[in-house]
């Protein structure tokens, strides 16, 4: 045997990464927000395609099996393009430096939302027929079956025929996605009408000469109250502009165009004021209304037009690059926290009810970051700069609008104070020249008029107090709730299900018996906090003050929704005995929900004195001679270490750090209705027994 080693020739093998047919599902469908979004994706495709016109056809939609055609005008693809760029997912050709033939910036799909609206059905017919040579059309077929009976993707062959064009057409795509996986439903197609319509920002005079349409009933409705355009009625105008330096500027215009304010950077950027905003090149416009009979009875726009028009397109929307991005905008997402500034400050500041606006975006250099699943940017520093100079410019105009205020009231305070000194001055001097066998008795009368008012004033501002305190209440309130809904609640929620899902993994059979229970608990407590949040911001909701026609019985019903994860939670049963009909009054759905959820909350809180046993809450309505009698029934310890009368006074209360607010806030909100109170102490099924009696319209 040789002294030497053996040597072993070394053997390659090449070999790449493959992917599992799964990831097809995982991308499309897991990935996809919702079926309108990935419709929306290809009308983007569309636009990027220097499209004029792209629209959306839904046939037999509603049930399962149908089928969706889109068809644009734009430039087509040839063999080539739909290879190397639209069959490649996760890579953009696109570059956002090089404007298209229209100038538009291209949108920057990686192909990820187009693949969830591929995958809406089981079959996808492609047909192309580009600009550079009209003459060829080149068609794909798709059949995602194929998909499911193979391991990877690169197993399926998909073949591309090239045939001449006999179509009119000179350019252009259409997909067809047929056989539809699930209908798509009602809300789900008038969200997709709405996202096409606010797709190429219809509040411009010129939306880049792209029309996306969509071919259904639902369209036509929304359509028509977003073409209204009732810019004029604004009473204020915002404008607010950050350049390609990062340096601001901004104006409010009255509703004649009018310059009332301007700014420049350091009136905008308070705070590190010698720094530029470090976002993209932005134009912020906010149109805000003042919606109040007085002031539209001399217009030519109906009220109820403004409303419509502001609850299907209000809020503040974003749009990049020339395209609308979801979710911004859309409706309940408030993402500059108008409704939030305003429950801090309700005075001379918008909210989601009484405006409308755009930021438009242009980013060549890419600062923005889309989510991959897109919904909405990563909240990257480029964003959050982006969204301090929106929030700067609102918080801008709102100074400005408060101190003009202050002003109007100072004055007015002024010359109110004037005014009743000379009227005093006037009535003297009336008395002055009355017969002597009169003066006196009217001097007297006069004083005792004085006495009477002075102490209708000092009550008056007892009162005021008293609200200033609420308002207080209620605004640090409404700000806890928007945080904690927004923040650490909702961390909460998704780490405890990340919890979940792990410990279900790993401990298999027995979580059930381990960690079900304090998991569950964790979960339904979490999920109580998150009403509690919405049902503050609810009742600070700017609309529901306002003075209309009030279903009493829809308002019960609402309230006891939203409360229902939080009775639930309270091991409470909540009974319902509604007399027939619908009773309805004049008045605001505030103040009702501000009296069913104080009587609610009162006999929840009554329960932490009672020992451990069943909780039973009846909420009873009766209509007796043009009167609704409303009844908040409870089985806790009844009025007790209170009297009767002093319940309704405030800052009585019988539970330790208690306000006792809650039920004079009843009182008052009933006498305003012109309506009375009265309670039981210990009533039907034991404890307390309260007793609303309101005047109604009509049943």
């Given at each position: 045997m040789s002294a030497g080693l053996n040597k072993v020739k070394a053997n390659t093998t090449t070999a790449n990464f493959r992917f599992s047919t799964n990831i097809l599902r995982r991308l499309g469908e897991e990935l996809n927000p919702s079926p309108s979004q990935g419709l929306i994706e290809l009308a983007k495709n569309a636009y990027d395609a220097d499209a004029v016109n792209c629209v959306i056809k839904l046939r037999k939609t509603d049930s399962q099996g149908g089928k969706i055609v889109i068809t644009d005008?734009?430039?087509?693809?040839?063999?080539?393009?739909?290879?190397?760029?639209?069959?490649?997912?996760?890579?953009?050709?696109?570059?956002?430096?090089?404007?298209?033939?229209?100038?538009?910036?291209?949108?920057?799909?990686?192909?990820?939302?187009?693949?969830?609206?591929?995958?809406?059905?089981?079959?996808?017919?492609?047909?192309?027929?580009?600009?550079?040579?009209?003459?060829?059309?080149?068609?794909?077929?798709?059949?995602?079956?194929?998909?499911?009976?193979?391991?990877?993707?690169?197993?399926?062959?998909?073949?591309?025929?090239?045939?001449?064009?006999?179509?009119?057409?000179?350019?252009?795509?259409?997909?067809?996605?047929?056989?539809?996986?699930?209908?798509?439903?009602?809300?789900?197609?008038?969200?997709?009408?709405?996202?096409?319509?606010?797709?190429?920002?219809?509040?411009?005079?010129?939306?880049?000469?792209?029309?996306?349409?969509?071919?259904?009933?639902?369209?036509?409705?929304?359509?028509?109250?977003?073409?209204?355009?009732?810019?004029?009625?604004?009473?204020?105008?915002?404008?607010?502009?950050?350049?390609?330096?990062?340096?601001?500027?901004?104006?409010?215009?009255?509703?004649?165009?009018?310059?009332?304010?301007?700014?420049?950077?350091?009136?905008?950027?308070?705070?590190?004021?010698?720094?530029?905003?470090?976002?993209?090149?932005?134009?912020?416009?906010?149109?805000?209304?003042?919606?109040?009979?007085?002031?539209?009875?001399?217009?030519?726009?109906?009220?109820?037009?403004?409303?419509?028009?502001?609850?299907?397109?209000?809020?503040?929307?974003?749009?990049?690059?020339?395209?609308?991005?979801?979710?911004?905008?859309?409706?309940?997402?408030?993402?500059?926290?108008?409704?939030?500034?305003?429950?801090?400050?309700?005075?001379?500041?918008?909210?989601?009810?009484?405006?409308?606006?755009?930021?438009?975006?242009?980013?060549?250099?890419?600062?923005?970051?889309?989510?991959?699943?897109?919904?909405?940017?990563?909240?990257?520093?480029?964003?959050?700069?982006?969204?301090?100079?929106?929030?700067?410019?609102?918080?801008?105009?709102?100074?400005?609008?408060?101190?003009?205020?202050?002003?109007?009231?100072?004055?007015?305070?002024?010359?109110?104070?004037?005014?009743?000194?000379?009227?005093?001055?006037?009535?003297?001097?009336a008395i002055a020249l009355a017969p002597p066998n009169i003066r006196s008795i009217l001097s007297s009368a006069v004083e005792k008029y004085y006495y009477a008012r002075d102490a209708e004033v000092s009550q008056l501002r007892k009162e005021i107090q008293l609200y200033r305190t609420l308002s207080t209440i209620g605004i640090t309130s409404a700000v806890f709730a928007h945080e904690s809904a927004n923040n650490p609640l909702k961390v909460v929620l998704q780490s405890i299900k990340t919890v979940q899902t792990r410990c279900k993994q790993y401990l298999a059979d027995n979580y059930d018996r381990i960690l079900k229970k304090p998991i569950d608990r964790i979960m339904q407590s979490a999920e109580s906090m998150r009403v509690l949040a919405n049902v503050t911001l609810s009742l600070v909701d700017n609309e529901k003050r306002r003075a209309s026609r009030v279903d009493i019985h829809q308002v019960i019903i609402n309230i006891l929704d939203m409360y229902h994860p939080f009775i639930v939670d309270r091991d409470t049963d909540v009974t319902l005995e509604l007399t027939e009909g619908e009773p309805y009054l004049r008045g605001s759905v505030a103040a009702i929900e501000s009296i069913i959820s104080n009587l609610l909350n009162n006999s929840l809180v009554a329960f932490e004195r009672k020992l451990p046993g069943e909780r039973k809450i009846i909420v009873r309505t009766k209509v007796i001679n043009n009167e609704l009698e409303l009844r908040v029934l409870d089985n806790g310890p009844g009025i007790d270490g209170i009297e009767k009368e002093d319940i309704w006074l405030p800052g009585q209360t019988t539970r330790p750090n208690g306000t006792g607010l809650g039920l004079t806030i009843v009182r008052d909100a009933v006498i305003d209705l012109g309506g009375r109170v009265d309670v039981i102490e210990q009533g039907e099924i034991g404890g307390a027994e309260m007793i609303i009696v309101l005047p109604i319209l009509g049943v």
């Open positions: 005008d734009g430039d087509g693809m040839n063999e080539s393009e739909i290879i190397n760029g639209w069959l490649i997912l996760g890579k953009s050709e696109k570059s956002a430096r090089v404007v298209t033939e229209l100038g538009r910036t291209p949108s920057g799909d990686k192909g990820l939302g187009r693949l969830a609206a591929l995958r809406l059905g089981t079959k996808v017919t492609l047909k192309s027929i580009p600009k550079e040579n009209p003459a060829n059309e080149y068609v794909l077929s798709i059949n995602w079956d194929q998909y499911t009976d193979s391991s990877v993707v690169e197993e399926i062959d998909l073949n591309i025929i090239t045939r001449v064009n006999n179509s009119r057409k000179s350019k252009g795509t259409q997909i067809t996605l047929e056989n539809l996986r699930y209908p798509l439903t009602r809300s789900e197609t008038q969200r997709l009408a709405r996202g096409l319509i606010l797709l190429a920002d219809p509040f411009s005079d010129n939306p880049i000469g792209f029309n996306p349409q969509l071919k259904t009933s639902e369209y036509r409705d929304l359509e028509a109250i977003v073409n209204s355009k009732y810019f004029k009625d604004a009473i204020y105008h915002l404008v607010a502009e950050v350049d390609g330096e990062g340096l601001s500027s901004a104006s409010v215009k009255d509703w004649r165009d009018q310059i009332l304010y301007s700014a420049t950077h350091k009136d905008l950027r308070r705070k590190n004021s010698g720094f530029p905003y470090k976002c993209p090149i932005a134009k912020f416009d906010l149109w805000l209304y003042k919606l109040s009979s007085d002031d539209f009875s001399t217009r030519v726009t109906a009220l109820p037009e403004i409303r419509k028009w502001l609850a299907a397109f209000g809020g503040v929307h974003l749009y990049y690059n020339g395209l609308r991005v979801s979710p911004y905008g859309d409706k309940g997402d408030d993402w500059l926290g108008l409704n939030l500034m305003r429950a801090k400050g309700p005075e001379e500041r918008p909210s989601t009810n009484n405006s409308v606006g755009r930021i438009l975006v242009t980013d060549s250099n890419r600062l923005l970051k889309q989510k991959t699943d897109r919904s909405g940017f990563i909240v990257n520093d480029a964003f959050q700069e982006l969204h301090l100079f929106a929030t700067d410019a609102l918080k801008w105009m709102a100074r400005k609008r408060l101190a003009e205020a202050e002003i109007k009231r100072a004055s007015a305070r002024t010359d109110v104070a004037k005014k009743t000194e000379k009227e005093k001055l006037e009535v003297e001097k």
